[in-house]
C-alpha cells in the first residue's frame, strides 16, 4: 500500500475516532467508560501497527 494511501486512511480512522467520541457523549456514563476503554486499545493497537507500516521502505 502506498504511503500516502496509508496516511489518508489513518486520518480517516482518526477522523472516525473522534465523530465516535462525540457521539459517546450522549450514551450514560458507565456505558460511556466501557465504550471509551474499547476505543483507547483499539486507537492504541491501530497506531501501534500503522507507524512501523508507515516507516518501511516500498
Not at 20 to 40: A, G, T
Amino acid at each position: 500500500m502506498p504511503i500516502n494511501l496509508k496516511i489518508q486512511t489513518a486520518f480517516k480512522n482518526q477522523k472516525m475516532l473522534f465523530f465516535l467520541k462525540s457521539e459517546l457523549e450522549r450514551v450514560p456514563f458507565f456505558m460511556n467508560l466501557w465504550i471509551q476503554d474499547k476505543l483507547q486499545l483499539f486507537s492504541e493497537e491501530f497506531f501501534r501497527h500503522l507507524i512501523p507500516c508507515l516507516l518501511k521502505e516500498p
